[in-house]
């Protein structure tokens, strides 16, 4: 609009002037029918045509009443005589009509007429190319000035439009993504518009997506150890009746049957031994079984970290004495936590016991650290060992049930200390770098029925 009514105010300024021109053009006209008593000075209209330096009057004549030209700023005209034409736009001028279009040129006649008396005609040629270059200039101003401002409308619409498009594509190339099961997607919000909101929507729909999956994982494993518990109680009724048995017949052929050659009585007690020892294994390997299987039930009291620990440490001081294995104590003496000790106990026990074959077979120092520490509500227990440590391709596995590198045992101890430590509400985690040692750490809340 701004640029529309300067084009208008320079059209009308042009008309202005131009009218002016036309104006002065006619005076001088006048001057020289009234004043110049029929002596005509084309010199001086000449001269005066060219200092008003019209744009569009290209010719004055001052015509007589005998339809003469007396004067005229075209020298070649003067003294000629009026064509049929020209009569006949003298008589349209008389009667009212003093302009006329000849072409490209407009012819304005008007007669001179002072009291009562007609001194002639003034006789004005203007070429309308000028003012329809004026027109055309004027159009071509208002055509690109449209093109202007609507090119800046389509720049600012392109940038609006990308800057609303670009977070739009990121949720759906994040949807896609979530679409071929990766839920591992955080849209960023960088907005508090429509836009963020529906980015925070993503994100909660994600968490949502997540939550929903580890409890299909968690129905999954449940349906699996329902399972393992039916069959393994099936197990154990078929097996221990067996063992229980074979248990009381080697009693029984202990007694009865043992040589009295002293040789020969080393040997058989030394194989009655043997036999002894598999039947307590398998026994343990069916409680193993049995304790997987069956559903946790927590005996929670509030507990003495430093009483249990040093518990613990009491039952497996011996037999680190005798490997050559070094104990470190760094625990905290005065936290206690509502959790059920002896479940906690075993949990500690068993990943002292992988910590302690993890370093059977080093030769250099042989350490264990078992330290402590609390962030913020969380108390965390360190179990760390320099022992030959877990490949990185089976650290995803150690938590997996019937997962072991052992040639012994069924992998069962890890996945029921994961177990246990979730039923308390916290967590586990597990460090490891072959050749320089693991390290478990429990995670666990400081406040009553708290969960990480």
């Given at each position: 609009m701004f640029l529309y009514s300067e084009s208008e105010r320079k059209l009308f300024k042009e008309l202005e002037r131009q009218t002016t021109e036309l104006t002065k053009a006619i005076q001088i006209g006048v001057e020289e029918v009234t004043t110049g008593k029929g002596k005509s000075d084309e010199a001086r209209l000449a001269q005066y045509l060219k200092k008003l330096n019209t744009k569009g009057v290209k010719e004055i004549s001052i015509i007589s009443n005998a339809d003469e030209i007396v004067a005229s700023t075209n020298p070649q005209r003067i003294g000629e005589s009026m064509t049929k034409n020209r009569k006949e736009l003298i008589i349209k001028a008389e009667l009212g009509e003093p302009v006329s279009e000849e072409g490209k040129t407009f012819n304005v006649i008007l007669p001179v007429v002072a009291g009562d008396t007609q001194y002639g005609y003034i006789h004005l040629r203007i070429n309308k190319d000028d003012f329809s270059d004026v027109l055309r200039s004027n159009v071509i101003s208002r055509v690109l000035a449209t093109l202007f401002v609507f090119g800046i409308g389509i720049v600012f619409t392109l940038i609006l439009s990308r800057q609303y498009t670009r977070p739009i594509e990121k949720v759906v190339?994040?949807?896609?993504r979530v679409a071929a099961g990766d839920l591992n997607q955080q849209i960023k919000v960088?907005?508090?518009?429509e836009i963020g909101k529906l980015a925070e929507s993503f994100n909660f729909m994600i968490t949502k997506l997540?939550?929903?999956r580890n409890l299909e994982e968690k129905l999954r494993e449940a349906e699996h150890l329902s399972g393992l518990g039916q069959l393994s109680r099936h197990m154990a009724h078929e097996i221990r009746n067996p063992l229980n048995f074979i248990s009381l017949s080697i009693d029984h052929i202990a007694a009865k049957y043992r040589p009295d050659e002293k040789e020969k009585s080393d040997k058989f007690a030394s194989l009655i031994s043997g036999i002894r020892q598999e039947i307590t294994r398998l026994d343990k390997l069916v409680n193993d079984f049995l304790d997987y299987s069956r559903p946790l039930s927590l005996n929670r009291q509030m507990v003495s970290i430093k009483e249990l620990l040093d518990d613990m440490i009491d039952l497996i001081?011996?037999?680190?004495?005798?490997e050559g294995i070094k104990i470190l104590k760094d625990y905290d003496t005065a936290v206690e936590l509502y959790l059920d000790p002896d479940l906690f106990k075993t949990c500690v026990l068993n990943v002292?016991?992988?910590?302690f074959h993890a370093m059977s077979s080093q030769k250099g120092d042989k350490v264990l650290t078992i330290k402590s520490a609390i962030d913020k509500d969380i108390f965390l227990l360190t179990i760390a060992d320099k022992g030959e440590g877990v490949p990185e391709e089976n650290l995803s596995k150690i938590f997996e049930p019937f997962f072991s590198t052992k040639e012994t045992g069924l992998g069962l101890g890890l996945p029921l200390t994961k177990r246990v430590i979730e039923e308390h509400g916290g967590r586990v985690d597990f460090k490891s770098e072959p050749g320089k040692g693991s390290e478990m750490i429990f995670l666990l809340p400081l406040r009553k029925y708290a969960v990480l």
């Amino acid at each position: 609009m701004f640029l529309y009514s300067e084009s208008e105010r320079k059209l009308f300024k042009e008309l202005e002037r131009q009218t002016t021109e036309l104006t002065k053009a006619i005076q001088i006209g006048v001057e020289e029918v009234t004043t110049g008593k029929g002596k005509s000075d084309e010199a001086r209209l000449a001269q005066y045509l060219k200092k008003l330096n019209t744009k569009g009057v290209k010719e004055i004549s001052i015509i007589s009443n005998a339809d003469e030209i007396v004067a005229s700023t075209n020298p070649q005209r003067i003294g000629e005589s009026m064509t049929k034409n020209r009569k006949e736009l003298i008589i349209k001028a008389e009667l009212g009509e003093p302009v006329s279009e000849e072409g490209k040129t407009f012819n304005v006649i008007l007669p001179v007429v002072a009291g009562d008396t007609q001194y002639g005609y003034i006789h004005l040629r203007i070429n309308k190319d000028d003012f329809s270059d004026v027109l055309r200039s004027n159009v071509i101003s208002r055509v690109l000035a449209t093109l202007f401002v609507f090119g800046i409308g389509i720049v600012f619409t392109l940038i609006l439009s990308r800057q609303y498009t670009r977070p739009i594509e990121k949720v759906v190339n994040a949807a896609m993504r979530v679409a071929a099961g990766d839920l591992n997607q955080q849209i960023k919000v960088e907005s508090k518009d429509e836009i963020g909101k529906l980015a925070e929507s993503f994100n909660f729909m994600i968490t949502k997506l997540k939550t929903a999956r580890n409890l299909e994982e968690k129905l999954r494993e449940a349906e699996h150890l329902s399972g393992l518990g039916q069959l393994s109680r099936h197990m154990a009724h078929e097996i221990r009746n067996p063992l229980n048995f074979i248990s009381l017949s080697i009693d029984h052929i202990a007694a009865k049957y043992r040589p009295d050659e002293k040789e020969k009585s080393d040997k058989f007690a030394s194989l009655i031994s043997g036999i002894r020892q598999e039947i307590t294994r398998l026994d343990k390997l069916v409680n193993d079984f049995l304790d997987y299987s069956r559903p946790l039930s927590l005996n929670r009291q509030m507990v003495s970290i430093k009483e249990l620990l040093d518990d613990m440490i009491d039952l497996i001081w011996a037999k680190a004495d005798v490997e050559g294995i070094k104990i470190l104590k760094d625990y905290d003496t005065a936290v206690e936590l509502y959790l059920d000790p002896d479940l906690f106990k075993t949990c500690v026990l068993n990943v002292v016991a992988n910590a302690f074959h993890a370093m059977s077979s080093q030769k250099g120092d042989k350490v264990l650290t078992i330290k402590s520490a609390i962030d913020k509500d969380i108390f965390l227990l360190t179990i760390a060992d320099k022992g030959e440590g877990v490949p990185e391709e089976n650290l995803s596995k150690i938590f997996e049930p019937f997962f072991s590198t052992k040639e012994t045992g069924l992998g069962l101890g890890l996945p029921l200390t994961k177990r246990v430590i979730e039923e308390h509400g916290g967590r586990v985690d597990f460090k490891s770098e072959p050749g320089k040692g693991s390290e478990m750490i429990f995670l666990l809340p400081l406040r009553k029925y708290a969960v990480l």
